[in-house]
T-cell receptor
Framework: GENVEQHPSTLSVQEGDSAVIKCTYSDSASNYFPWYKQELGKGPQLIIDIRSNVGEKKDQRIAVTLNKTAKHFSLHITETQPEDSAVYFCAASGPGGGGNKLTFGTGTQLKVEL | GAVVSQHPSRVICKSGTSVKIECRSLDFQATTMFWYRQFPKQSLMLMATSNEGSKATYEQGVEKDKFLINHASLTLSTLTVTSAHPEDSSFYIC?????????????FGPGTRLTVL
């Protein structure tokens, strides 16, 4: 089955700096890679996703890049703000044996300090 | 759009009782919903896939008689934790799969915090 690794587990940045979170996946058939933001006590919120037919996608301060050859994808947050502090999860899914089920990374606790 | 709700948001019960959690897609029809469990400071663990009008598919290690899932309509799935015990205390989260060209996208509910005394 699919295995997703995520690094770092914790990340502290100063307000205004950029934050980068990286994930790798194992199943070459995976073709959908979402990123979720989870605040304490709440459900995950989809913030951006990318499909395997593109290499990069951007939405305001958030961008995701995908390298299919290396099987890794990254989340980039620019001009970080205190409200960006949360746990971020990457995930992967594909049409293979997983049946489009999401496999999640272990999460990154992002702290944006004033 | 793509709003998923859960009820209740928080429940405390005595050991041995059963608890039902509802998951609703508010503005779209979801033929497939998923149930996850999340322990503190851990990632989401898929418990089962709920398909409208058919039996749920459980992940390995998840007891189907313990966690009963019913997906009776295109907007509602329920998870019943039967004979709950303290080890069942966790954060339960559902998600609903999108439609059309985005059937791989999952939208999550706000979660239900279950505490079994």
């Amino acid at each position: 089955g699919e295995n997703v690794e995520q690094h770092p587990s914790t990340l502290s940045v100063q307000e205004g700096d950029s934050a980068v979170i990286k994930c790798t996946y194992s199943d070459s058939a995976s073709n959908y890679f979402p990123w979720y933001k989870q605040e304490l006590g709440k459900g995950p919120q989809l913030i951006i996703d990318i499909r395997s037919n593109v290499g990069e996608k951007k939405d305001q301060r958030i961008a995701v890049t995908l390298n299919k050859t290396a099987k890794h994808f990254s989340l980039h947050i620019t001009e970080t703000q205190p409200e960006d502090s949360a746990v971020y999860f990457c995930a992967a899914s594909g049409p293979g044996g997983g049946g489009n089920k999401l496999t999640f990374g272990t999460g990154t606790q992002l702290k944006v300090e004033l | 759009g793509a709003v998923v709700s859960q009820h209740p948001s928080r429940v405390i019960c005595k050991s041995g009782t059963s608890v039902k959690i509802e998951c609703r897609s508010l503005d779209f029809q979801a033929t497939t919903m998923f149930w996850y469990r999340q322990f503190p400071k851990q990632s989401l663990m898929l418990m089962a896939t709920s398909n409208e009008g058919s039996k749920a598919t459980y992940e390995q290690g998840v007891e189907k008689d313990k966690f009963l899932i019913n997906h009776a309509s295109l907007t509602l799935s329920t998870l019943t934790v039967t004979s709950a015990h303290p080890e069942d205390s966790s954060f339960y989260i559902c998600s609903a799969r999108g439609q059309g060209a985005f059937t791989d996208t999952q939208y999550f509910g706000p979660g239900t915090r279950l505490t079994v005394l």
